[in-house]
């Protein structure tokens, strides 16, 4: 199982934010969307950025409630980790179990044309391991 065949079930749409738009817009478009990341995108389409609620939550803590007129780029995590169409659930998991974090863009030729989430993760690991369990019953009644 790669990320390709988990898109082609979920879809490619990946809601995105630029980085001068506030950080109340955005956490606005997470609660409306009910989502937990938007990748920010700057000039050419090019992912600038990545934020979670948890970004919000701790730039709240840390500056109060005026974090909110922030722009979402000061806030934002840069160093994004991102993966392609052809990286496997096995390197999913290990890339979010190393990082983390619950949210991968995928990125082809400079593209953004995905995202995976840990439930998408989980969601296709129950489903391909319930087939082997399947398969391996099946090869067990049949010897
Ligand atoms: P999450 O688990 O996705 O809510 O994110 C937890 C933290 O990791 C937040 O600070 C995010 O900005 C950051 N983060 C989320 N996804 C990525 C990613 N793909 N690469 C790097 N950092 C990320």
Redesign the pocket.
Known sequence: MNVASILKVKGKSVATARPDETVEAVAQKLAARKI??IVIVGDGGHVN???????II?AISSNGASALTLPVGDI??K????CHEASTLEQMMA?MTQ???????VIEDGSLVGIIS?GDVVKHHIAEVEMEVTAMRDYLATG
């Open positions: 937990g990341a950025g990545i934020i979670s609620e948890r970004d701790r934002m995590t160093n994004v980790m991102s890339v990082g983390r974090f619950r949210h991968v863009p840990i």
